[in-house]
């Protein structure tokens, strides 16, 4: 079963724009991270944030949690062609064992 | 720094074959973990070593088997090769335990199951 689930599932949107990504979970959390996946490559870790967290930077990237609606979201500013990837989340949670748990992906393409 | 490396990238079995998967670091790092991801999905654990000598079981091990005998090299061994083993295997390793540090990842198996 997969804790966090992504939203929307795809993504596609000019470069320059701005392209945000959710992230649901089940369970109450220790922390939150999110992937990035190049096709045909492995994942790459973006950012971690933890429960009493409430948003990070990076970058261009700005990642937001909500412990109370147990969700997060992961905003790419200004995109670029190569941020097309697959986003993923990755949840751990003591109810899985403080395994990491990924969600299904977001896919985005970024069009010049 | 090699990171996490994997290898064959690329391999082709037929049903009921066995093999092994390698996998790699050379980041000195205590856990190591096998995923496999299913076209348009993500990935599901199959095994875990939190350190040398120990591991254990992930939410889709049947079906393979791991061992964890040095730091650097975790092993995943497929007994009985079945088409639903048709995926694409991910190595991966962190620093500290479990989910609470960053993964790094392998370039992947692709490996097909006839």
């Known amino acids: 079963s997969q804790q966090g689930e992504e939203d929307p599932q795809a993504l596609s949107i000019q470069e320059g724009e701005n392209a945000t990504m959710n992230c649901s979970y089940k369970?109450?959390?220790?922390?939150l991270q999110w992937y990035r996946q190049n096709s045909g490559r492995g994942l790459v870790h973006l950012i971690l944030i933890r429960s009493n967290e409430r948003e990070k930077h990076s970058g261009r990237l700005r990642v937001t949690l909500d412990t109370s609606k147990k969700s997060s979201s992961l905003l790419i500013t200004a995109s670029r062609a190569a941020d097309t990837a697959s986003y993923f989340c990755a949840t751990d949670a003591k109810a899985a064992g403080n395994k990491l748990t990924f969600g299904g992906g977001t896919r985005v393409l970024v069009k010049p | 720094n090699a990171g996490v490396t994997q290898t064959p990238k690329f391999q082709v079995l037929k049903t009921g074959q066995s093999m092994t998967l390698q996998c790699a670091q050379d980041m000195n790092h205590n856990s190591m973990y096998w995923y496999r991801q299913d076209p348009g999905m993500g990935l599901r654990l199959i095994y875990y070593s939190a350190s040398e000598g120990t591991t254990d079981k992930g939410e889709v091990p049947n079906g393979y088997n791991v061992s964890r005998s040095t730091t650097e090299d975790f092993p995943l061994r497929l007994l009985s090769a079945a088409p639903s083993q048709t995926s694409v295997y991910f190595c991966?390793?962190?620093?500290?335990?479990?989910?609470?540090?960053?993964?790094?990842f392998g370039p992947g198996t692709r490996l097909t199951v006839l």
């Open positions: 369970t109450s959390i220790n922390n």
């Open positions: 991966a390793s962190s620093s500290g335990q479990l989910g609470t540090d960053t993964q790094y």
